[in-house]
């Protein structure tokens, strides 16, 4: 058995030599050949020619003995013409058979060109290929050879609730453009050489190699928790309805799949978390969702999960809480009701300040509204900031030992918070530069936006710095 460091190498061979012939394509070419990988499927959205039939031959070419299946679906196509003729010799014997050499189900790789034009007499076996790799024969299930299917579109399907579940099927997705630099499209107008071979070619023996090795890549409990904390602030991004990211278990499931597979041709036993950025082209339903979903996968990564924006609220508020010196109105009406969750899943409303202390003896967390769903909830140092920045609620604060209890319990959670971020930013910082240059399935702007994200938490930890040591101070004194 040839050794997985041979084969990370094969594929950085591969695919340096598809982005030396594919202008701008670097993105596409990793997403295809990871998606082959882990025997997944890959979507191209964007406008005719931008060689999205043109590279998915060649990728299906860099795999030695693959048979590669293209068709332009239309309203007007016949299940005959995707999944082959019926067997006239069956029909002699009242048998329902079709010779499916050469069509879909017998190929390796397939590209479906206007995928959403299928139509329902194609829709249904077409789910079933795409999601279990096996086809209804008659009577028989068969289980086909498909490594990966590429569509096309060059728009987004309907709300239509079959084609929601078709589009579901393709768990890569790249919007694919236009050239943009200058200098791109000189090279792709004059260049005299448009041929290509791939510079290595892979084996189906190879890709399932990958496939075995990937059963014993585990996940770090820290990628994990990000990954869940990932999938929380996208289902309760605020935001316009084009912002709120749906994702259904099934696409989450894969998505582990996914990373332990780009982990073990990347030729590590764990998914370290520069994986995450991966989920950039595996999360969004709209093209207009690309940039928030990367933006916000770099952040976990750079911080660990931490939100640094309540970490700064929390520090700031419990600060307040301690070093303020006016009474209290125990009975002051919250502006908006406040739920309460403890551990074993008990529920209170409250609605003003003085149940909200008495709540606080314990640790809970609360909630604007009573449906909890994934969101992770707000400790009460924070739920305080937020009802005075947002609500102008500001009781006053009279000496109390419940109070000072509760600031010291906040205290502790914010300061385990805090080194859990000092130790992500700035004592992990070249442990993670390591990974994200060793990783073959990022690209050079992929890595270059992911480090200038971390240098600018590394020149905010000053200040949050100084605030926490003055939260030490307070809370000794």
Not at 90 to 110: N, V
Not at 170 to 192: A, E, G, K, M, W
Request: proline content about 4%.
């Amino acid at each position: 058995m040839e050794p997985i460091t041979h084969l990370k190498e094969e594929i950085q061979i591969l695919c340096a030599g598809f982005s030396s012939h594919f202008i701008e394509r670097d993105e596409e070419i990793r997403g295809a050949i990871l998606a082959i990988l882990s025997n997944e499927n890959i979507l191209y959205l964007g406008p005719p020619g931008t060689a999205k039939t043109y590279l998915a031959q060649n990728i299906c070419n860099s795999i030695k003995g693959a048979e590669f299946f293209s068709y332009l679906l239309t309203r007007f196509t016949t299940p005959e013409e995707i999944f082959g003729p019926l067997s006239l010799q069956s029909l002699e014997r009242d048998e329902f058979r079709r010779k499916t050499e050469g069509c879909l189900p017998s190929s390796h790789i397939a590209f479906l060109d206007e995928i959403f034009k299928a139509n329902s007499s194609i829709l249904n076996s077409l789910l079933t290929i795409l999601n279990e790799r096996r086809f209804h024969n008659g009577t028989d299930i068969i289980n086909t050879p498909l490594l990966t299917v590429f569509g096309a579109s060059n728009e987004l399907p309907e709300e239509d609730e079959n084609l929601e579940a078709l589009y579901d099927r393709f768990l890569f997705r790249y919007d694919v453009r236009y050239i943009q630099s200058p200098d791109n499209v000189r090279t792709l107008l004059f260049c005299t050489d448009t041929s290509f071979n791939p510079p290595v070619t892979l084996t189906t023996d190879k890709v399932a190699q990958i496939r075995n090795q990937a059963r014993s890549v585990s996940i770090p409990e820290e990628v994990q928790n990000s990954i869940l904390s990932l999938k929380r602030q996208l289902e309760h991004q605020d935001g316009e309805d084009d912002e709120n990211v749906r994702v259904s278990d099934r696409r989450w499931k894969k998505i582990t799949g996914v990373l332990k597979v780009a982990a073990a041709a990347n030729g590590t036993k764990t998914v370290d978390r520069t994986m995450l950025l991966l989920l950039q082209h595996l999360l969004w339903d709209l093209p207009e969702q690309k940039d928030l979903i990367r933006s916000i996968i770099i952040e976990h990564m750079v911080t660990g999960g931490t939100d640094t924006k309540r970490l700064e609220v929390g520090i700031r508020q419990v600060h307040r809480m301690l070093t303020q010196e006016d009474g209290i109105h125990e009975n002051a009406r919250l502006p908006v009701p406040v739920f309460a969750h403890d551990s074993d899943g008990n529920k209170q409303k409250i609605i003003s300040f003085g149940e909200l202390i008495a709540a606080s003896k314990e640790k809970k967390y609360y909630y604007f509204s009573i449906e909890t769903s994934f969101s992770t909830g707000y400790p009460f140092s924070q739920i305080m900031g937020i009802l005075e920045s947002e609500y102008q609620f500001s009781p006053k604060r009279y000496q109390a030992s419940e109070i000072r209890e509760i600031c010291e319990a906040e205290y502790a959670n914010l300061m385990e918070e805090y080194q859990k971020f000092v130790n992500t930013v700035r004592d992990d910082s070249n442990l993670l530069k390591q990974n994200l240059e060793s990783n073959i399935w990022l690209t050079c702007s992929d890595i270059d936006e992911v480090l200038s994200v971390r240098q600018n938490y590394l020149a905010r930890l000053p200040l949050l710095e100084e605030n926490m040591n003055a939260l030490s101070v307070a809370i000794r004194s």
